[in-house]
């Protein structure tokens, strides 16, 4: 058994709002957490293989980035400054046409890396080649939850049943729910088989969700219904699941979400790189459903930073509503920890207690942007950034720390091996 022990530091549960415990201990055995405190209760006499001065700095729950597209690494900065449809369809599908299995498993690798320097201890990942992203995963020690993104022209109802059942309690570390591209690019039969998969296993079902208002606006003429309404009506939501950016959901939508207990999962850098627009957060908060937070791909965000999509989920939610008092910092904290994890069916990796999975991260407090430490929680998402992540730990195993990665795979390795994945790609 692996023992790790945490002391002299800040600890940010997530489990009460945001009360923080000073001088805090926190203990891990193999995977999980087996004490949180002020240390005045901590199990006596037991020998720790690591012990970590904390220094005063703050331990927290991992962030959870519930939306992204790892293995898109290869793209990053390659078809910017277009509009989403000439972006997809000119840009990045015939490129993804000709990836290869190995391709993607060095580039979900890359994004992992990124992923671990700016605090993520767990993705909701959509992208193509499930068993590569879940071997990437497993070899890195992170933890991944996969959705299916089948549309007309790949994946499949067979396949998303046989990674439904192969890429589930096969690993504890990696996941697989089901998952499609979006209504526009799924015939309503491909959608209708979708809804009796889901029956059949009593399962919840994702997708990119009302992202645009073209979007809206093609699917109400092409069936009369919103994009969340003709889901609905097939019965893709029955046992739960949610939608990817949410940006333009009616009233009747959010009743529907609150109904079926779906979840939001908004992406405000995408959403503003690719001038989708501002989704209304204060007026999902008001209606109770639960919100998370993800990057979207690194091909059209770019960059898979969580610091960056906190500040932003606020920022703009101001600016929507025109009023400063939108959206607190806490309620963000809460969306990139607690909701994300609800929202992959994590309920194990929402907050740092006794018996939840040892997922958390270290943040520099001695920071000048940190200082002083009048709110810490208010600093983490108004002043924080990926440069104060001291370590992240996932699974009980430290996979990062002070800039150095621990992946069982030289990261100069990684770099080289994505960078020759886009190089066979220049005569497109
Ligand atoms: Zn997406």
Partial sequence: ??????????????????????????????????????????????????????????????????????????????????????????????????????????????????????????????????????????????????????????????????????????????????????????????????????????????????????????????YGLTPTEFADSLGLFAYGGGGYHCVYLSDNDIEIFKKRGLHIVTNPGSNTKLASGIAPISKYMRAGIDIAIGTDGPASNNCLDMFREMFLVTGLAKLHDMDASSVDANEVLKMATVGGARAMGLDDCDCLAKGKAADLIILDLDKPEMQPLNNISKNVVYSGSKADVKLTMVAGRVLYEDGRFSLGEDPDRIKKEVSRVIERMRDI
């Fill in 1 to 222: 058994m692996s023992r790790i022990k945490i002391y002299n530091a800040r600890i940010l549960p997530m489990t009460e709002d945001t009360a923080i415990i000073d001088g805090g201990v926190l203990t891990v055995e193999d995977d999980r957490i087996s004490y949180v405190g002020d240390g005045s209760d901590e199990p006596e006499g037991v020998q720790y293989d690591r012990e970590i001065d904390a220094k005063g700095n703050l331990v927290m729950p991992g962030f959870k980035n519930s939306h992204t597209h790892s293995g898109m690494t290869f793209l990053r900065s390659f078809a910017d400054d277009l509009p989403l449809d000439r972006w997809l369809n000119e840009a990045i599908f015939p490129r993804e046409a000709r990836l290869q299995d190995d391709d993607i498993y060095w580039c979900t690798k890359l994004a992992i890396m990124e992923y671990l320097t700016s605090g993520v201890t767990a993705c909701f990942d959509m992208y193509l080649r499930p068993y590569e992203i879940a071997r990437a995963s497993e070899e890195c020690g992170f933890r991944m939850v996969q959705t299916g993104s089948m549309n007309n022209f790949s994946q499949s109802l067979e396949l998303q049943e046989e990674w439904y059942n192969e890429l589930n309690d096969k690993n504890p570390l990696t996941s697989y729910l089901f998952g499609y591209h979006a209504e526009y690019t799924c015939s309503k039969e491909l959608l209708e088989g979708l809804a009796r998969l889901a029956d059949r296993y009593k399962a919840p079902v994702w997708g990119h969700n009302s992202e645009t208002e073209n979007e809206v606006k093609g699917c109400l003429e092409r």
